[in-house]
């Protein structure tokens, strides 16, 4: 048997010859070479596939040795796709590798270039481009996988259009949210004070000089309390002299005059509110100077050991700090961050769990908080934990899913047996580690696969918006909103962008009109934009209509949604549903972070013009947007991050 027949006889014999045959032929796309992405071209090379086309935006980090095995150290910095493909290329000499050093939402990856693909392969470690992804996958109607892990657990799911839920069928947890009292007033738990610490007085001292004022309005509207709203604007008032003093050069006064305002003088305004310390122990103001000196007694046993517990020993991120040690550590990155304003380099510092100065000034801050409110003061490898929602990314979870990904494409790929595709699930149970769900019908009400998907070709410096839309809907006269994205281009009282061309409302290749009916009772109609063909004649009309014209279903009653079936060969299925991993990438951002809203905008640059003030939101996209925007109410447990 020659090398090639040994090298594949096994694989022969588990596919079929018919299936096996076609692999050297599959057109795969994979998207992402990190984690997820190694291990799965390095499976799929060596299962036979044999035209793989491998894209990735980032280059290789010297952490990412740890568990993407196509790289060795002296590849860092060169671009992850090239060198995987280099080094995967070796293993079967059969198969042809196009590596791609780009980002998959630039516009020329668009309707056509995904429908040369015979399968796509996810394995992202971002939200948003695996939406990206999902939607062009639908739009192209290209089977894709999809799969993500976080820590021990791990995703895989087919999807296919019209036949399986897509990405966003299910609606992906929301970052949680915290009271705005509860960070800025009264917290109890260390991440609290963490947060308080990384997204409120960092941002205060060091970010932009922003109005506070909208937040607090909306936590007066929501009915918390007023008097202690008041206090809080005092606050935001007194901020501004701190701010100054942070970027007046020779000012040596800033971090102390910073330690002041904020463990001192907030904290005694705070306790005027009688009734707010009723029922649970109030914050103890810190004394700058008393602490330094040692002289300085905190209430309570615990706090004093758990604060006053140095220990020298150990790595530096994982020492008890004492109080004395918070306070010095304070002053010490303040003053280095301040250094860093003064030289003009940067104008603000936002929170990065890499960079050492504010990773160092939450820790610092958060403890010192954490003192004053009687709660358990952390070392500065749990703050970077927690304020980095740190999910460690483990090699074999990535093999485990990448397996399951290879699975799940052979499914997709043998025609007629669609039915052995599974939702798999890496979970947390040494006796069940896999679940397995049959894959849910798609969901009525989902703003992205239920849409009806037409690919108009066109000079969008010619084209314009009128005669598009005109030319999709053909004999159709209904009345129609149009978006791209979230923004509203015309609607049947607003015809001002119908003469524009495409280009001057920035509508182009790679992206979506969508055309909406306005009596909700059709199915939105999605064009998306690709380029003329090169012999298009100049003469000719600047667009291709689709042909035949896309007909939208008529929309659906949308019935609760359907209990997924449990599969009959395993008898403890989980009936969770799509875990909404962040992947391999380390970080699920749980920002907790309560940010202030920027008002709308109702008018921009490109045309979207609403008389009313307010762009809506088409039907099916402003669903979207309710359940994307939802807050999930209630206290964080610790830093648990609850993924199902
Ligand atoms: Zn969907």
Known sequence: MSTAKARSAHVRAVLGTELFERLPNTKVLLVGAGGI????????????????????????????????????KKDVKQSKALVAAQTAGTFNPNVQLTPIHGNIKEPQYDIP??????????????????????????????????????GYLGQVQPLLKDQTECFDCIPKPTPKTFPVCTIRSTPSQPIHCIVWSKSYLLGQLFGEDEDAGSELDDAEKHGENAQEIAALRKQAQAFNTVRIA????????????????????????????????????????????????????????????????????????QRALSLRDNVELFVDSTNRMAARLRGGNETTI?????????????????????????????????????????????????????????????????????????????????????????????????????????????DPSRARLGDIIKGVLGEDEREVSVYEDKRLLSDPDFD?????????????????????????????????LSTLPSDH??????FILPSPLPQPPKKEKVPPP??????????????????PI?????????APTPKRLKPTQNTNPNGDLRKNGKAPGSPSKRRKLDTDGAVVPGELRGDVIVID
């Open 37 to 72: 992405g190694c291990e799965l071209l390095k499976n799929i090379v060596l299962t036979g596939f044999g035209k793989i086309t491998l894209l990735d935006l980032d280059t290789i980090d010297l952490s990412n040795l740890n568990r993407q095995f196509l790289f060795r």
């Open 582 to 590: 962040d992947t391999d990438s380390d970080i699920i951002d749980l």
């Open 350 to 458: 936002a929170f990065d769990k890499d960079d050492e100065d504010a990773l160092d000034f939450v820790t610092a801050a958060s403890n010192l908080r954490s003192a004053a409110y009687g709660i358990d003061t952390q070392t500065r490898w749990e703050v970077k934990e927690m304020a980095g929602n740190i999910i460690p990314a483990i090699a074999t979870t990535n093999a485990i899913v990448s397996g399951l990904i290879v699975l799940q494409a052979l499914h997709l790929l043998r025609r007629n047996n669609n039915s052995a595709m599974r939702n798999v699930h890496l979970q947390y149970k040494p006796a069940v580690p896999l679940s397995t769900i049959t894959l849910s019908r798609p969901n009525p009400a989902c703003g992205i696969c239920r849409d009806t998907y037409a690919l108009v070709r066109c």
């Open 246 to 317: 942070l970027r007046t050069p020779f000012n040596q006064d800033a971090a102390r005059l910073a330690f002041q305002k904020v463990f001192n003088t907030d904290i005694q305004n705070l306790l005027v509110m009688a009734d707010m310390w009723r029922s649970r122990a109030p914050p103890v103001p810190l004394d700058f100077d008393a602490i330094t000196e040692g002289t300085f007694a905190l209430r309570g046993n615990t706090l004093s050991a758990s604060c006053d517990a140095t220990n020298g020993a150990g790595l530096k991120d």
């Open 537 to 542: 004649p100049p003469t000719a009309p600047p």
């Open 113 to 150: 270039w995904f429908q040369q693909f015979d399968i796509v392969l996810n394995a992202l470690d971002n939200l948003d481009a695996r939406r990206h992804v999902n939607k062009m996958c639908m739009a192209a109607h290209v089977p894709l996988v999809e799969s993500g892990t976080a």
């Open 562 to 579: 359907p209990e997924p079936t449990p599969t009959p060969d395993t008898p403890r299925v989980s009936r969770k549903r799509s875990l």
């Open 496 to 528: 001002d962008n119908l003469d524009r061309t495409l280009e001057s409302l920035n509508v182009t290749q790679g992206k979506f009109l969508a055309i909406v009916d306005e009596e909700g009772e059709w199915g939105t109609i999605s064009a998306g």
